[in-house]
């Protein structure tokens, strides 16, 4: 994983269905709370643990608390439109730069990238395993096997479909195909129920423990890549958005302490996370 990864280089009415991860101080005096802001990011960034590592450094840095609103990247970026969101923290490419070029959020910046691998039984009944993620999805749908997508929208989602297309299979992609409309770690919880293949991301998945016996069969293509970005929702837009804390955060976690920190985060000695924010 380590040598693979170096070689890369490179609602209101939801807003109550959605996972809140918030830190705050216990016990503070309402009256001297810390300003906060809302950051609408992936459930990969909230269940893979990095928040719970990350924020409590970013509230010492600069005093303010942060409330993440976790939802598949396509929901989150529609808080961004919304302006139900100071800050969004997603990682599917083509939808940041189509709510970048609407005007709808500032500029977007690189800050971390880790992989995507497909988790399956460790029978391989569909013989999926090595470094292809085109010929492993057409094995799957070829031998019909249970296949779990998120099916939500989201950035694995998104990055999902897209290996499907490769595959020419974006149409069929086998009986065993079922789309669960959740997130990360209710999919892996499906798949380990079913003996099913899924795609994931690493960080989610090292951070699972009800793993059964599903592993990791297949990784190190390149197309498996997975950046995230991050951006200030455009106040140009939404007058009410927080601009001032919202860019200390963007600030921050592109910054060398920020990205320091998310280099720091680690799961029995693996780093889940690898920061490349360019300054």
């Not at 079913?194 to 293509?221: C, I, K």
Request: aromatic share 8%; hydrophobic share 45%.
């Amino acid at each position: 994983m380590k040598t693979f990864m170096k070689n890369w280089a490179a609602v209101p009415a939801k807003l109550a269905q959605a996972a809140i991860f918030s830190i705050a101080v216990i016990g503070t005096p309402v009256a001297s709370l810390a300003q906060s802001i809302v950051v609408a990011s992936t459930t990969s960034t909230e269940q893979s643990g990095l928040f719970g590592h990350l924020l409590p450094a970013f509230k010492a840095a600069t005093g303010i608390d942060v409330k993440v609103v976790a939802l598949g990247t396509g929901q989150a970026i529609d808080l961004g439109r919304r302006g139900d969101a100071d800050v969004l923290f997603v990682h599917d490419r083509v939808a940041e730069d189509k709510v970048v070029a609407e005007g709808f959020v500032l500029q977007r910046q690189d800050v971390m990238y880790n992989d995507f691998v497909v988790i399956g039984p460790k029978a391989d009944p569909a013989k999926i395993r090595g470094n292809d993620i085109v010929e492993a999805l057409k094995r799957v749908a070829a031998s019909n096997g249970a296949f779990i997508s998120r099916g939500d929208k989201s950035g694995t989602h998104a990055a999902e479909l897209r290996f499907w297309k490769l595959a020419a299979l974006d149409g069929a992609p086998g009986s065993g195909y079922k789309a669960c409309g959740c997130g990360m770690g209710p999919a892996l919880n499906m798949a380990s129920g079913m003996g099913g293949y899924v795609l994931a991301d690493r960080g989610t998945w090292l951070n699972f423990s009800n793993r059964g016996d599903l592993v990791v069969l297949v990784e190190g293509d390149k197309r498996l890549f997975n950046q995230y970005g991050v951006m200030l929702v455009n106040p140009a837009k939404h007058p009410q958005v927080k601009v001032a804390e919202g860019q200390k955060f963007v600030d921050w976690v592109t910054s060398a302490p920020g990205q320091a920190v998310i280099s720091s985060y680690k799961i029995g000695g693996e780093q889940l996370f690898f920061p490349n924010a360019v300054k």
